[in-house]
Every structure is written in C-alpha cells, then in structure tokens.
Nanobody, 115 residues
Framework: QVQLVESGGGLVQAGGSLRLSCAASGTTVRLNSMNWYRQPPGNQREWVASIISGGTITYADSVKGRFIISRENAKNTLSLQMNSLKPEDTAVYYC?????????WGQGTQVTVSS
C-alpha cells in the first residue's frame, strides 16, 4: 500500500519561501517518478514539477527558476523548495506517484501567499 503524506504548508508573505515535504511509504522515491501538483482555489489541479528515477527534473513554466524539487533518499522523502513566492502560488499542493499502473496522491498541504 502506497502512502504519501505532505507537510510544510502554511501562510507566507509574497517574496517568502516555504519547503514542502512528502513522506512516502510502500514505494521508493529514488526508483519512481515523483511529482508535485497543486490546485488553486476554484481551479483544476495542475502539474508543478517532476523528478524521474534517473534524476531528470522538469518544471512548469510558472515555477521555473523559483521552485526546486529534490529527493532525500535516506528518508524516502520528496521535497519542494519554493522561493520568491507569489500570491498566484496559493493552492493545495499534492505529492503524486504511480505504481503498478495506479496513481497515488497525498492528502495535500495548503500554501497561502499573501500580497
């Protein structure tokens, strides 16, 4: 059973930083593609960043240069360092992965950026 548990969300002023973590169990983050998504209020869930098993990283254009996705293999944890936050980054952030053809999501963590 794969479980993903996000933490680290909160309220921050524009220009500030937050670091999100996703603790994984039932899967090994360094061997799988791991992703961050977000769902802004009143909008659909959107992809933010990915890191695949080989280490290749990709970002949505809206966060490129500001967000950094990484893995902490010893802790089996996925992280998202968010810098230079903007009010439009306000959303519930979700950790996501695939296993055996099935998608797994965490419960989400709220990030609110005030102007």
């Amino acid at each position: 059973q794969v479980q993903l548990v996000e933490s680290g969300g909160g309220l921050v002023q524009a220009g500030g930083s937050l670091r999100l973590s996703c603790a994984a169990s039932g899967t090994t983050v360094r061997l799988n593609s791991m992703n961050w998504y977000r769902q802004p209020p009143g909008n659909q869930r959107e992809w933010v960043a990915s890191i695949i098993s080989g280490g290749t990283i990709t970002y949505a254009d809206s966060v490129k240069g500001r967000f950094i996705i990484s893995r902490e293999n010893a802790k089996n944890t996925l992280s998202l360092q968010m810098n230079s936050l903007k009010p439009e980054d306000t959303a519930v952030y979700y950790c996501h992965t695939w296993r055996d053809g099935r998608a797994y999501w965490g419960q989400g963590t709220q990030v609110t950026v005030s102007s």
